[in-house]
């Protein structure tokens, strides 16, 4: 079947599913496969479930095959509808990547959006090969402008991501430690980041860019550049602890975010709405309402405690930027839980040493170290304690709780510390 007939039965569907436990009625099951799970073995089901036609790529034992699509490969038949979609919609795509603040950087820009355009954004983290397509195809024809994050773990994905997608916008958030297994180390990084660059100067793109960041500056020389942090008259941090303020024009802003890093995020975003003509008011009254969400970058005020809860992951230049933050904070007492930074590769077991030399230059009451790398390097100590694994640490928490601190709890996903905020 071709991709136009394909797509005829798109426009006629209620969209995409890819799990039988949550079919949409009228929808086209798409029958993926991944190390643990092959959706073909699912199609009948979805059918029977109410899904409108089964795009597989293995035969399917059912005596009406009218509702199944045979294609060669269902993740490349999917990629391409949403290209195809993409092409058909023509509207405009500002992409999203780079290191540390991506999903910030793009709900930030989306409430920006919101108040003056029909916006669609990266649901969740479908920011990978096949959430990617799975976004595209969420969007419709009233859809003004979209806000796509890109994710990648290794070289030329970025890339593949941008031939789907075809943005006409892009900004790199920074070049920073992470996936450094998959990347290669930070040159990697950086040339796998470059990639969105590289594709926007192809199709005569415009670039996001901090004039700040020089490494940024380089990388993206040659494209069409849309410059930021150059009109300080219009945007400029005031303060930053714990919430940061700032002022928009004439208009002083107290944001419920916390952690100076953030204002890239936040001026990378107001770059963004200034460029398609938002006005300094509904950028403020964006940001006053925005709340952070999903453990990043948020102030928690409990009995005992205040905390800085930036959970959702880590990699050693964020780590690094939230010490840094949290050292300026004022408080009488500071502690940190810090969990592992993971897929670090070769280098995990030097990062989270520096890690630990960081902490010691800052001269925190306590820090609770938590995670097999930080583990590697225990040592005896009354202000730093380690733990194999969140349960230990669990344990010591309930045994001799933490009052009246100031606290930042920061670790990679994995990790999941946000599982300490009963616990405080």
Same mark, same amino acid.
């Given at each position: 079947?071709?991709?136009e007939?394909?797509?005829?039965?798109?426009?006629?569907?209620?969209?995409?599913? $890819?799990?039988?436990?949550n079919?949409?009625?009228?929808?086209?099951f798409f029958?993926?496969?991944?190390?643990?799970?092959?959706?073909?073995?699912?199609?009948?089901? #979805?059918?029977?479930?109410?899904a409108?036609?089964?795009?597989?790529?293995?035969?399917?034992?059912?005596?009406?095959?009218?509702?199944?699509?045979?294609?060669?490969?269902?993740?490349?038949t999917?990629q391409?509808? #949403?290209?195809?979609?993409?092409?058909?919609l023509?509207?405009p795509?500002?992409?999203? %990547?780079?290191?540390?603040?991506k999903? $910030?950087?793009?709900? @930030?820009s989306?409430?920006?959006?919101?108040?003056?355009?029909?916006t669609?954004?990266?649901?969740?983290n479908?920011?990978?090969?096949?959430?990617?397509? @799975?976004?595209?195809?969420?969007?419709?024809?009233?859809?003004?402008?979209?806000? @796509?994050?890109?994710? %990648?773990?290794?070289?030329?994905?970025?890339?593949?991501?941008? +031939?789907?997608?075809?943005?006409?916008?892009?900004?790199?958030?920074?070049?920073?430690?992470?996936?450094? +297994?998959?990347?290669?180390?930070?040159?990697?990084?950086?040339? %796998?980041?470059?990639?969105?660059?590289?594709?926007?100067?192809?199709?005569e793109?415009?670039?996001?860019?901090? $004039?700040?960041?020089?490494?940024?500056?380089?990388?993206?020389?040659?494209?069409?550049l849309?410059?930021?942090?150059?009109?300080?008259?219009?945007?400029?941090?005031?303060? #930053?602890?714990?919430?940061?303020?700032?002022?928009?024009?004439?208009?002083?802003?107290?944001?419920?975010?916390?952690g100076?890093?953030?204002?890239?995020?936040?001026?990378?975003?107001?770059?963004? #709405?200034?460029?398609?003509?938002?006005?300094?008011?509904?950028? %403020?009254?964006?940001?006053?309402?925005?709340?952070?969400?999903?453990?990043?970058?948020?102030?928690?005020?409990?009995?005992?405690?205040?905390?800085v809860l930036?959970?959702?992951?880590?990699?050693?230049?964020?780590?690094?930027?939230?010490?840094?933050?949290?050292?300026?904070?004022?408080?009488?007492?500071k502690?940190?839980?810090?969990?592992?930074?993971?897929?670090?590769?070769?280098s995990?077991?030097?990062?989270?040493?520096?890690?630990?030399?960081? @902490?010691?230059?800052?001269?925190?009451?306590?820090?609770?170290?938590?995670?097999h790398?930080?583990y590697?390097?225990?040592?005896?100590?009354d202000?730093?304690?380690f733990?194999?694994n969140?349960? +230990?640490?669990?344990?010591?928490?309930?045994?001799?709780?933490?009052?009246?601190?100031?606290?930042?709890?920061?670790?990679s996903?994995?990790?999941?510390?946000?599982?300490?905020?009963?616990?405080?």
């Open positions: 079947m071709d991709i007939q394909l797509y005829f039965f798109f426009r006629q569907s209620k969209g995409i599913s $890819t799990d039988t436990r079919i949409k009625k009228g929808s086209i029958a993926l496969k991944g190390d643990h799970f092959n959706g073909n073995l699912f199609a009948k089901d #979805a059918l029977q479930k109410g409108f036609k089964a795009v597989v790529d293995e035969p399917i034992n059912i005596a009406d095959q009218s509702n199944i699509i045979q294609v060669d490969k269902v993740l490349k999917l391409d509808l #949403a290209q195809f979609h993409r092409r058909k023509k509207t795509i500002i992409a999203i %990547a780079g290191s540390n603040g999903t $910030t950087t793009k709900k @930030l989306q409430a920006f959006f919101e108040t003056t355009f029909k669609f954004a990266t649901p969740g479908l920011n990978n090969h096949i959430g990617v397509p @799975l976004s595209l195809l969420q969007m419709d024809d009233a859809t003004e402008i979209a806000l @796509l994050e890109l994710g %990648a773990n290794h070289q030329n994905e970025t890339t593949a991501l941008c +031939e789907i997608c075809e943005p006409d916008f892009g900004y790199v958030t920074n070049f920073g430690k992470d996936h450094l +297994e998959g990347f290669g180390g930070v040159e990697g990084v950086i040339k %796998a980041n470059t990639e969105l660059y590289d594709y926007l100067k192809k199709v793109g415009k670039i996001f860019v901090d $004039t700040k960041d020089k490494i940024q500056k380089q990388q993206a020389k040659g494209g069409d849309i410059l930021f942090n150059q009109n300080e008259d219009l945007i400029q941090l005031e303060s #930053a602890d714990p919430y940061l303020k700032l002022r928009i024009g004439s208009e002083l802003v107290t944001s419920q975010l916390v100076d890093y953030n204002f890239q995020n936040i001026a990378a975003a107001f770059s963004m #709405a200034y460029y398609f003509g938002i006005s300094l008011d509904l950028i %403020a009254e964006a940001l006053k309402d925005f709340t952070p969400e999903e453990n990043r970058s948020q102030f928690v005020q409990k009995e005992n405690n205040q905390i930036d959970a959702y992951n880590a990699n050693p230049s964020s780590m690094e930027l939230a010490i840094q933050n949290f050292s300026r904070m004022e408080a009488g007492k502690s940190v839980i810090l969990g592992d930074m993971l897929e670090l590769g070769e995990s077991f030097n990062e989270h040493l520096a890690t630990i030399h960081l @902490l010691k230059d800052h001269h925190f009451d306590q820090a609770f170290l938590v995670g790398a930080f590697e390097h225990q040592f005896k100590s202000k730093f304690h733990f194999k969140f349960e +230990e640490l669990e344990k010591n928490l309930l045994e001799q709780p933490i009052k009246n601190n100031l606290i930042l709890i920061k670790g996903r994995g990790i999941a510390l946000e599982r300490c905020l009963d616990l405080l």
